[in-house]
């Protein structure tokens, strides 16, 4: 890389030679990390992070640019690894990208249905008895796309109160001042809560991937923004118990309800370190993940519009009503 040229630090274009155009992908998943040494053969999974995740204007043949969501940082050492992820329901041929044949005949190809839920003064009540398993420690981790043109606005993308009414988890993405707010844990006098301010471009647009942690014990609350810590605070550390009532895309009454797209929500009873949050955010957890036992609610969302339930892909199995 450095006898072409290439310069150690920030990455935040791509340009890609398309020899003949075609039908665009619906979706492009861009992943980019230094390369563990080891043969071609081997597929690199960790270490990858995500840097585009938009439909690309692929139909004309020619040189194309994808300007990155946030740049990827090269060490002027290590080799790069570019991992591509496509989705296309359509038909017709795709665009001819030019590229370096390694001369290994492998790849990954996974068939069937991926979705999200869109959500605008609509809300998905969740089973709660999982949730009423936290006590010290919580993830709470998904997908999602705000409306540009609603946000910002009082919005809840989850709530989950107690049998006193009283606020025990919620996430604000935004309110209606821009701000995006963390609240987690209740004792009967009040919440544990952080806050900041957040761009129209961080909460509103393409997908974005969303984490939120908390550990009593260490008393820390953290929001991770597409696998990268994006805000903390210390001296958390009221309880989770207690939890009777879980709502998705609105607080716990169904109001400020949340406008966009949410998909591939995950909550766990542990809190995940931003190395595993990275690791993971683009894959579904399965036995290979450090704290499968931990995790209590998966909802991939990829249900048929005429689905009446959100399958739980977790081990209470409790589908929602959408």
């Known amino acids: 890389l450095s006898a072409v040229g290439l310069q150690p630090g920030a990455i935040d274009l791509i340009r890609f030679n398309l020899l003949s155009g075609g039908v665009s992908p619906e979706r492009l998943i861009v992943r980019m990390g230094h390369a563990v040494p080891g043969p071609d053969s081997v597929y690199q999974e960790s270490g990858l992070q995500t840097v585009y995740d938009l439909q690309p204007a692929f139909s004309l043949p ?44 492998a790849g990954l190809l996974q068939s069937g249905r991926e979705g999200h839920i869109r959500v605008n003064d609509d809300r998905v009540g969740l089973d709660p008895a999982p949730f009423a398993q936290l006590d010290q420690e919580v993830t709470l981790m998904f997908w999602c796309a705000g409306d ?127 190395a595993t949050i990275a690791a993971w955010m683009d894959r579904r957890p399965g036995p290979a993940h450090p704290a499968y036992g931990d995790l209590l609610v998966h909802l991939d969302l990829d249900e048929w519009v005429t689905d009446p339930l959100a399958q739980d892909h977790g081990p209470s199995a409790l589908p929602a009503q959408l």
């Open 62 to 105: 020619g040189v194309r640019t994808l300007t990155l969501r946030e740049p990827f940082v090269w060490d002027g050492v290590s080799d790069i690894v570019l991992d591509l992820a496509i989705r296309n329901q359509g038909t017709g041929a795709g665009p001819a990208l030019s590229a370096t044949d390694l001369g290994v005949p």
């Open 148 to 274: 540009p043109a609603a946000l910002p606005a009082n919005t809840s993308i989850l709530e989950a109160v107690n049998a006193q009414g009283e606020r025990v988890l919620n996430i604000h993405l935004p309110w209606s001042n821009g701000r995006i707010y963390w609240d987690a844990g209740q004792d009967g006098t009040g919440y544990d809560r952080i806050d900041k301010q957040a761009t129209a471009a961080e909460y509103a647009g393409g997908p974005t991937h969303w984490a939120f942690t908390k550990n009593t014990a260490t008393g820390t609350l953290r929001i991770y923004r597409n696998g990268v810590l994006w805000h903390s605070g210390t001296g958390a550390v009221r309880s989770l118990a207690g939890i009777t009532r879980v709502v998705l895309a609105a607080n716990a009454n169904g109001g400020n309800p949340y406008a966009g797209l949410i998909d591939d929500v995950q909550v766990f009873g542990t809190e995940l370190d931003a």
